[in-house]
């Protein structure tokens, strides 16, 4: 098996040269049984010396650095990395020493024992202040079970290995990195596994208590656009209910002013006529709004890349 494994970062500049040197011993255990690694490391940024650091890497391991032209967050940074990615079995860890690269090595050995699986580091035994950081986890993993009806104990771990060739990355909503296990398809088998989680050293956390409510508006859009085409037939049902209002609205005003001789601006049915065929014509424009900007943005996403390839071995 060929992996690509994506790491990244923003503004772990003092994390980078041990985190390497830590990922490169274990895909040295890894090439004991023939697999094929590359490593890419994506530059979200920064503001450190990052870059200036990464470029300092000699892997004997191909090695790809990206650099996004701005900080982009961490899911479009994964995603930005996958989509320059040679190989289509895909490993994903944080770039903050938190993870243990040496857990890339047992969660490989179960990858590549299994088809159409995706296996899940799980933190146990998390190294994090409690409040700031284990108790919005915490939270956060009990909404998106209640939302999704999700198994999985621990969706912020970043420690994952998958096929990219299961997934369309183009209809993930929200934070990849986190909701990427609750929006994949039933079918796919996903086993947790319990990872080793260290305590951050050197650099800065870049999440607290604010993630649950991002967690929380992740959710409303992805229960909103559970599939490609849900928007158009949510909205345009309910565009066909204003129609139907509005034929209704008409109709019995006709019919008051024919069988009871009552005038039309007697009720407030015209208003109500008016209101419901205006809502219609809104809603169903509003879905052939949404259907060329979604056209537009995937033209424009195949032209433009927002990072730019700095190294690659």
């Not at 690694?37 to 940024?45: K, Q, R």
């Not at 895909?90 to 047992?106: A, E, H, R, T, Y």
């Not at 065929?277 to 890349?305: Q, Y």
């Amino acid at each position: 098996m060929n992996f690509s494994i994506v790491v990244p970062l923003f503004n772990e500049a003092e994390n980078i040269l041990q985190l390497n040197l830590e990922i490169s011993e274990a895909i040295k255990e890894l090439q004991k049984n023939n697999h094929q690694f590359e490593l890419i490391y994506v530059d979200d940024g920064s503001t450190d010396d990052t870059l200036v650091t990464l470029k300092k890497i000699d892997n004997s391991i191909k090695t790809i650095i990206l650099k996004n032209h701005f900080n982009l967050a961490q899911s479009q940074s994964i995603l930005n990395g996958i989509d320059i990615s040679s190989n289509n079995n895909i490993i994903l860890l944080d770039g903050d020493l938190q993870n243990d690269p040496k857990d890339i090595i047992k969660m490989t050995e179960i990858y590549e024992k299994n088809e159409n699986v995706l296996v899940h580091g799980f933190r146990k035994n998390r190294n994090d202040p409690f409040l700031t950081k284990v108790l919005p986890s915490k939270i956060a993993n009990f909404i998106v079970r209640k939302f999704t009806n999700s198994n999985i104990l621990d969706h912020g771990c970043s420690l994952k290995i998958f096929d990219k060739r299961m997934i369309n990355i183009n209809n993930f909503f929200g934070d990849f990195h986190r909701l990427f296990a609750a929006q994949i398809n039933k079918k796919i088998k996903i086993i947790e596994v319990e990872v080793n989680h260290r305590p951050r050293t050197k650099g800065k956390s870049k999440y607290g208590f604010e993630r649950v409510f991002r967690v929380f508006i992740d959710l409303i859009f992805i229960k909103f656009s559970r599939n490609e085409n849900s928007y158009f037939y949510t909205i345009g049902f309910m565009g066909l209910i204003s129609f139907l209002l509005s034929l209704a609205s008409f109709t019995y005003m006709v019919y008051l002013k024919i069988f009871v001789n009552k005038s039309f601006i007697a009720t407030p049915l015209p208003v109500l006529f008016v209101f419901f065929a205006l809502s219609g014509l809104i809603f169903f424009s509003i879905i052939l709004m949404l259907e060329t900007i979604k056209k537009m943005f995937r033209e424009e996403n195949t032209k433009i890349k927002n990072f730019t390839i700095y190294k690659k071995d």
